[in-house]
């Protein structure tokens, strides 16, 4: 190839490569998809639950405490509000389950009670006291048959009486105590209270009676 033929080819390569950077390249746009622009979402509104209809309005309420009928109560005294009784007051004692009038001594230390017919036994090497006591309310004599406890003097210091054991009971307290038969036909009444029953119980109030029948 002669050199004016070469020559002519790299001018004719060159203009055709200018050309081709200088013309705008055309983008065919009936092929692109279509962007359209965002539908904005309506505001929903929430709807409001209508309110219940209140057919009957029901309001609880404690109802009050209807009081009782209440019995007199017994006066009470003291630090310790112990029930003041008088000098003569009710007691029931068991057995046999008799209801006494009873003296409130509280210069005596052992409880004594009014008996007859007082004697004692051996049952199996244990020595018991038979005696009998008056139903006030019956005019009767019961036989009693009690385990002996102790012998303790008398009050008028003359010989020892025998004591046993009982349940008496005064307005609402009940112990068991030591109980001296005696065979005096000269106490004033059947049933002498000490303080063997008396301690830490009740006050004595030497100017009244049957405080506790009230």
């Not at 405490?65 to 003569?88: F, K, M, N, W, Y």
């Not at 112990?175 to 004595?204: C, F, K, Q, W």
Request: glycine share 8%; with cysteine.
């Amino acid at each position: 190839m002669s050199a004016g033929v070469r020559a002519f080819g790299a001018v004719f390569f060159g203009v055709l490569l200018s050309a081709c950077q200088s013309a705008p390249m055309v983008v065919d746009s009936s092929n692109c998809p279509v962007i359209r622009e965002p539908v904005p979402c309506p505001v929903c509104e929430v709807p409001q639950c209508p309110e219940p209809e209140v057919i009957e309005r029901i309001v609880l309420q404690t109802a009050p405490s209807q009081p009782g009928p209440e019995g007199p109560r017994t006066a009470t005294a003291g630090e310790l509000d112990l029930p003041v009784i008088g000098t003569v007051e009710y007691v029931v004692i068991e057995p046999p389950g008799l209801r006494l009038e009873a003296m409130i001594d509280t210069a005596t230390d052992l409880t004594t009670i009014r008996a007859g017919n007082i004697r004692t036994v051996e049952k199996d090497g244990k020595r018991f006291v038979l005696y009998t006591l008056v139903d006030p309310e019956t005019g009767e004599e019961q036989e009693m048959e009690t385990r002996l406890r102790r012998r303790a003097a008398a009050r008028n210091g003359e010989g020892k009486n025998y004591v046993v054991l009982m349940w008496l009971t005064l307005g609402d307290y009940r112990a068991r105590v030591e109980v001296g038969l005696s065979d005096r036909t000269d106490m004033a009444y059947p049933l002498r209270v000490g303080r063997n029953l008396l301690t830490d119980v009740a006050i004595v109030d030497v100017s009244r009676k049957h405080t506790l029948d009230r």
